[in-house]
């Protein structure tokens, strides 16, 4: 045979991969790769690429394997234990995660890379075989089980079987369940939702739900956008959910409204107040440790908190959020479960 496939990377797993975090990633450096501060590369885990740039504060799980020419991680990524990730090309921006046993790989071409966008998620058991190119838009995600692939073939050609080649596409806040199967050539437009089981073969329009195998638009203008009273009705039914949940895990919390919106005060190791409210411009901040949640807000409202000593603020009109704090990453933590997501200006 001319090409040699090494499966696993054993040499480089006993030498390197068993290594402590802080030694693996000094060995890296000294290899040329640009690991920013505060990554964790765990036990057992691997990244061998030519070139590699890793972001700060970004992890790698146990006995993971990350391999390809080109490696390009951002900040604040997470790639779950005993993943594979095996292929030409490697992009994945920042706040995205990859979770346990995820095989990314397959047959590689010149084309062959995988892209995944700011806040994507690709949930456990999934596969997905980039021979051709898949791109993943940002705050989109992929469930447990799903299966991407860019080439369909078996039986022989020149007998008359089908044999197709070709990149997927997935835009951006599209939701595919579990157990979706998404065949070469997919395009999937913005903010689709598919349903779980579904086979995707073909072109689905932006703003749809989809179902079936394959896979037909079962309703457009999907969905329907919420006026700004049921968004902050909302907001209230969440921050009430989050004050329980810190309760059911041994936190003192207290729900209250205040004049100009609500408070989540919290006891703890640290004591900490939730401020939600409909503007910056009228409040006092208190301290560090003060979070606060903005109905209707900008950048420049948020870096105005954050000058006036707010410990973190995001606002929900713009989806984005400045500094940061323990209250206030349990509190987007659990703004996620309502799939609410937020980018960074800092």
């Not at 084309?111 to 898949?134: A, D």
């Not at 999907?222 to 907001?235: A, G, L, T, W, Y």
């Not at 100009?260 to 919290?266: A, D, F, Q, S, Y």
């Amino acid at each position: 045979m001319l090409v040699k496939k090494e499966r696993i990377p054993l040499l480089h797993m006993i030498l390197v991969g068993l290594l402590p975090s802080f030694i693996k990633i000094m060995v890296y450096r000294l290899r040329g790769y640009k690991i920013d501060k505060s990554v964790s590369v765990a036990f057992g885990a691997v990244v061998i690429g030519k070139k590699v740039s890793i972001g700060s504060f970004s992890k790698v799980g146990m006995f993971t394997i990350i391999r390809a020419d080109e490696i390009a991680i951002g900040r604040h990524v997470t790639i779950g234990s005993m993943s594979v990730m095996d292929t030409g090309k490697i992009f994945i921006d920042d706040d995205a995660r990859v979770n346990e046993q995820v095989y990314v790989g397959g047959m590689k071409t010149p084309e062959s890379e995988i892209r995944l966008g700011k806040r994507t998620i690709v949930m456990q058991m999934s596969y997905l075989n980039p021979t051709l190119p898949i791109h993943v838009g940002d705050d989109s995600g992929i469930g447990g089980h799903c299966l991407l692939f860019t080439h369909a073939s078996w039986n022989s050609m020149l007998d008359g079987f089908p044999v197709k080649f070709a990149p997927i596409k997935i835009g951006r806040k599209v939701w595919l369940p579990w157990r979706v199967f998404i065949m070469p050539g997919a395009e999937i437009g913005d903010e689709v939702v598919i349903a779980a089981n579904s086979l995707v073969n073909g072109i689905i329009p932006r703003n749809t739900l989809a179902a079936g195998s394959p896979a037909k638009v079962i309703r457009e203008n999907f969905p329907q956008k919420p006026d700004n009273k049921e968004r902050d009705n909302m907001v209230n039914h969440i921050l009430g959910e989050f004050c329980r949940y810190l309760v059911y895990n041994a936190y003192q919390a207290d729900l209250s409204s205040a004049l100009h919106g609500v408070v989540l005060k919290i006891a703890g190791k640290k004591n900490a107040k939730i401020h939600y409210v409909s503007s910056a411009d009228k409040f006092v901040v208190s301290g560090s440790e003060d979070v606060y949640v903005l109905l209707n807000g900008n950048n420049d409202d948020l870096k105005s908190l954050l000058k006036r000593g707010a410990g973190m603020a995001v606002t929900l009109s713009e989806n984005v959020r400045a500094g940061s704090n323990d209250a206030g990453e349990e509190l987007l933590r659990f703004f996620s479960r309502y799939g609410v997501r937020f980018g960074r200006i800092d």
